[in-house]
């Protein structure tokens, strides 16, 4: 599901950032996301960067994609008798979910962004490598519509330095998740809903850094 290596690639042109997975040195964390998507049919190709990349502009960059290629797994909760109810937004790079949509959406008037140490306890990935896939428990997913613009988008795939391409239809698909609309609506004041600088791939940063690449 990765472009091919060709010059005229935008992947091949991001500074040969990008590296496949060893197959004989697959970490546990991506393994994780691969046993998840064989699971269902779906055979991913994870690639490394030298370095954590700290933006989804960075990300981007890396990838040779557009920001909106970014996909951001965000965790938010749900407060509950039993504990904390999870949930997952899927966003495109340069969208921030509007979080009183999302309420709505999930009929949870007390959810709210969770905080670096729940999301790694829920999720079981790190901050900065939350997939959208491979959890050890059920988890409720809603997905950006935006994505759907691009015929791929990026992923964290368990780390901070490894992502996966995969088609929106796919990631859907592999994720079970409902496409909704749940990003800020963007005005002629304030142009699309960018997020903040401190947003990564994986699991962004705002909030203490539970936004992944897995950022609102």
């Known amino acids: 599901m990765l472009p091919r290596a060709d010059a005229g690639e935008p992947w091949r042109r991001a500074r040969c950032r990008l590296r496949p997975v060893p197959a004989g040195s697959v970490h546990p964390s991506v393994q994780r996301v691969l046993d998840a998507a064989a699971r269902k049919g779906v055979s991913i190709e994870p690639v490394t960067f030298d370095e954590s990349t700290h933006t989804a502009l960075d990300a981007a960059a890396a990838v040779g994609g557009e920001l909106g290629q970014i996909v951001k ?7 509950t008798r039993a504990g904390l109810d999870p949930i997952l937004c899927l966003v495109a790079g340069h969208n921030r979910v509007d979080v009183a949509r999302l309420a709505a959406v999930t009929q949870a008037p007390d959810i709210r962004r969770a ?24 988890m409720r997913v809603i997905m950006d ?10 992923a964290a795939a368990g780390l901070e330095t490894t992502v996966f391409a995969v088609p929106p239809g796919t990631l859907r698909i592999l994720a ?17 809903s960018a997020e903040p600088s401190t947003a990564r791939v994986g ?7 539970v936004e992944s690449s897995g950022r609102a």
């Open 73 to 79: 797994s965000l965790v938010f909760v749900v407060p």
């Open 115 to 138: 905080t670096a140490k729940e999301a790694r306890e829920l999720t079981g990935f790190s901050i900065g490598g939350i997939p959208p896939i491979g959890f050890d428990r059920p």
């Open 145 to 154: 519509p935006d994505l759907g613009r691009y015929p791929e988008v990026w």
């Open 176 to 192: 079970d998740a409902t496409v909704v609309p749940i990003a800020e609506e963007a005005t002629a004041a304030t142009g699309p």
């Open 203 to 209: 699991a962004a940063t705002a909030d203490a850094g």
